[in-house]
């Protein structure tokens, strides 16, 4: 009897190993035929990701490879069952690897065009592993704002400040380099760290001027260096974000400052069709090129007369001695015409050698509103054809710009508009006859036209206008009645100011000012402004992470003695999205900001026409708002880390080849490339956004 118990308790045992072998293979063979399934073409990489916990729905499988002229990455998202596709990938042998939330990132494979590619994801070990591919706004959840003498808003202000220049909350900032040396105390360590570099002077103010309760960043990094980590994850990509297709190539240089990217004319995105891209490169001097059909990229020197603006700053913790920021066009903003030239912004020469027209009264600008000067910038144009750069010097001040329906290129400067006639400036070359400018004078008497004005620091007078002054670092042109729109970019902006230029300017310039209810704008600090082809005005706010629509229509009141910005509170609307904060902070002290804004007007994307979308530059992402369901999405770019977008470009290669003929072009644009992912020696990176019907497009 004993012996036939142990016979079947044998036999039982072989037949559940049996069974679990069978089990095994029918597994492994339907994860081959999973990924066999996955259609591709012969430029296409496509499979299926699993890891210990199953299928791997909304992560990102990314494929690099250094074979091309300029070092180029595709990063696309799995659908709800761990499948994916990359597309369209030039010849090449690629590394693959899979990056996602809740994941540490995958041995990278290789692998070639054509080829099913089955990945196997990694669950990371812990929260902390799992956490070191979050981006800077999730590490900088754990600040803790002190008490003192700087209330909460006026912390965050402090600590937004430096978004404009690189993230915080990055390994750069959030583990600081050991080649800082050794110090007593943390506080220590970066009352030095934040002295150094190219913009050493400068943060180092900013610093000390939040006395004692500096000591949270000293906190912050020491318990960060203790094991703290951020426990609540991004969000994994879902719905429409897993369609999104990111095409990244390197360019520029690795000591490279911000860039701005004109692939088009943005009134006719079809212009300049499959062409190459330009990226004006501000620490170096150099427009920087990218051919998207044969990847390759080059860098063009932009020529200035001014004097160089030499880097006396203190050593770099990174670059010593290097003099990484002399530089002499310091060039910033560009756009390109319906010619394909390219328009930049750049010191042609001293800022105080401006031309006498400027202020004395012998042209109609300056005699009714002169400009006193310095300007900084000036306009060069690039003509691809001849490979010749043009200098037009301008009394203003130059930066962000628009073109017009009437090829004129506007400017935003403080308190006044400038604007180069380009189709002037092709007959006359001659820059005093090619461009104007106008102040920002409200109608507050109420007759419908500009005459005498009191001045900004003066009452209004119910019998005169009132002359106002505003920021307009962003300018956007309406394309229904050829308004120009402005947004400062201060702490403390709170205005949206409206132009029109009239058919005789300066004499028919005429403005309206806009500032949200405080209902509707809990913390100041304005960016970037956008328009859409129905005329609704995006304006996106630093301060609070929103972006504000507003609606002109719906204003009973444009002119007279109450239109003084407070005026119209129904025109507005807020789109806002739960997000990061900072630990122990109110809700609205965000850990992300938004830098400038853009209306996708001719579905470039391919999320549809009107879409709006900002640069979150501590989140590496976009931030979508979609009109017509007010539904808001995150672009995010997951590798590498450190996607920093100040400026965009949409443009139409093809406009009957579906979500291959559109791209949605943008650049890593930190001033600092070496806290990049991949840090010294990183270069900066130009990026093609596209959105395919879904993940499986090919």
Known sequence: ???????????????????ASLASFIGVEAQQKGGANVAIDSDDIGGVVTSAKGLEAGVWVIAETTDLPAKFVKTVVTDDQGRYVLPDLPPANYQVFVRGYGLVDSPH????????????????????AAAQVY?????????????????EKDMVIETKRCYSCHQVGDPATREL?????????SLEKWDRHTTMGPSGPGMAANFKAMGAQRKMY?????????????????????????????????????????????????????????????????GSDILAVLDPKKNETSMIKIPSNGPVIDDKTPDSPYWGTEKIWQRQADPRSAAMDSHGRVWLTARTRAPQQQPAFCKDGSNKYSKYFPLPGPSARQVEMYDPKTKQFTMVDT???ADHNKFDEKDSLVFGQNSAIGWVDTATFDKTHDAAASQGWCPAVLDTNGDGKITEWTEPNEAVDPKKDHRITFGCYSDAINPKDGSIWCSGIGEHDTTLVRLERGLNPPQTCKAEVYVPPPDKMRI????????????????????????????????????????????????????KTPGPTFEGGSEDQSTDMFYLTEVDRDNTLGLGENVVLAGDVNADSFFVVMPKTGEMLTLRVPYPQGFHSRHTSGRIDDPHAGWKGRGFWSSYSMYTPWHQEGGKGARQKIVKFQARPNPLAK
């Open 109 to 128: 494979v290789p692998a070639k065009p054509g080829q099913h590619l089955d990945l196997k994801a990694v669950v990371a070990p812990d929260g902390r």
């Open 218 to 282: 000293a906190d912050w990094t020491d318990r960060i260096a203790e094991g703290a980590f951020p426990k609540v994850a991004p969000p994994r990509p879902k719905g429409v974000e897993r369609n999104i297709v990111i095409s990244m190539w390197d360019w520029a240089l690795p000591t490279s400052r911000r860039s701005d990217v004109a692939a088009t004319d943005e009134r006719t995105p079809t212009m300049n069709a499959n062409g190459l891209i330009y990226g004006t490169i501000q």
């Open 524 to 575: 100041p600090g304005s960016g970037g402004v956008a328009i859409g082809s129905d005329g609704s005005v995006w304006q996106n706010w630093r301060g609070s992470h929103e972006i504000l629509k507003f609606d002109r229509s719906k204003c009973k009141v444009l002119n007279g003695q109450t239109a003084t910005g407070q005026h119209c509170a129904e025109g507005w609307t807020v789109y």
């Open 395 to 397: 009394c203003f001040a």
């Open 1 to 19: 009897m004993k012996l036939r118990v142990n016979r079947r308790v044998v036999l039982l045992a072989v037949a559940c190993a049996l069974a």
């Open 177 to 185: 380099t050991k080649n800082l040396g050794s110090y007593k105390t």
């Open 135 to 151: 981006p800077a706004n999730y590490w900088l959840t754990l600040l803790r704002l002190p008490k003192g003498d700087l209330d």
